[in-house]
């Protein structure tokens, strides 16, 4: 930022730089015209390089907005050799009423852009420079007021649906997509288990615990050889042991019998499933 630009806008070149630090620069422009400039950007977000004319105000910065002169500005993208932006360049120069109007017979999509779709608002050089309450013919909160100034926002609608209709229409969609996964994350975080819940043993006693949650697995050990009868002949033997040393003791095999208040059905999906 040099001194130029400072000037432009009626300060010095600190005081601007600090404003745009701070991110509190007003625009140089109305409101109805800076609001354009930026679906333009918008528009052109693909191209590298640019250049467009409009109506600046250079004492906005301090409250004056009779004043009005005609700026073209430039804008460059500098990207490295992966194509990334690295910097974004403006270069503002004031521009003669000549100029400007030989540019506008020439690329009328470079001045003022959208604003000749506009009804009732002044389009060529000597217009913009002799009207010195622009300012406020231009503001939102004045144009509600009169039926002239509803038909230019009503303009202002048109063109943002006439040109934005496919972005608007992502844009929608989009959020359609969000809110349907949000709404099946809230169903199945609220979705009772399918199994009944019972008392589980802490994870570091159970038997039953995945690898995940218990630790280090026990060692691996080899099949028992005897024949698939003698399981059932084993089971019989607990039992007989168990009956013989009283409810809920433990026999002489050391094994406690299984009943219907000790069976757990744990839901160890439940248990290990992670955020998606």
């Known amino acids: 930022m040099n001194q130029r630009l400072g000037d432009m806008c009626g300060l010095s070149r600190e005081a601007t730089l600090a404003l745009v630090g701070r991110s509190s620069m007003s625009a140089a422009t109305t409101e109805l ?29 301090r409250g004056e907005f009779e004043e009005a002169v005609l700026v073209r500005s430039t804008k460059q993208l500098i990207r490295d050799s992966q194509n990334r932006l690295l910097e974004i360049k403006n270069y ?19 001045c003022e852009p959208y604003i000749s779709e506009i ?14 309450n622009l ?13 002239a100034g509803r038909a230019k926002m009503d303009a202002l609608a048109h063109i943002i649906l006439n040109k934005f209709s496919g972005t608007i229409a992502a844009a929608k969609a989009m959020q359609r997509t969000k809110s349907e996964e949000g709404a099946v994350g809230a169903v199945g ?14 994870v570091e006693h159970s038997p039953m615990a995945p690898s995940c949650l218990a630790g280090p697995s026990p060692p691996v050990r080899s099949r028992d050889p005897s024949p698939p009868h003698s399981f059932g002949q084993q089971l ?9 040393s009283g409810p809920g003791g433990r026999g002489a095999s050391g094994i406690r019998p299984v009943s219907s208040a000790t069976a757990t059905n744990c839901d160890w999906s439940a248990a290990t499933h992670g955020q998606a």
């Open 236 to 244: 019989e033997s607990a039992r007989s042991s168990s009956s013989s």
């Open 92 to 110: 503002f120069s004031i521009v003669s009423e000549e100029e400007f109007n030989c540019a506008r017979k020439l690329k009328p999509e470079m």
């Open 189 to 202: 975080a609220a979705s009772p288990s399918p199994h009944p819940k019972a008392a589980v043993a802490p």
């Open 33 to 61: 015209r800076f609001v354009c400039h930026v679906l333009k950007a918008f528009a052109d977000l693909g191209q590298d390089q640019g250049v467009l004319y409009g109506r600046w105000m250079p004492g906005h910065m």
């Open 135 to 147: 300012q406020w013919e231009e503001k939102f909160t004045c144009m509600k007021e009169t039926s």
């Open 119 to 132: 009804p009732g608002v002044p389009k060529t050089a000597e217009e913009l420079l002799s009207a010195p």
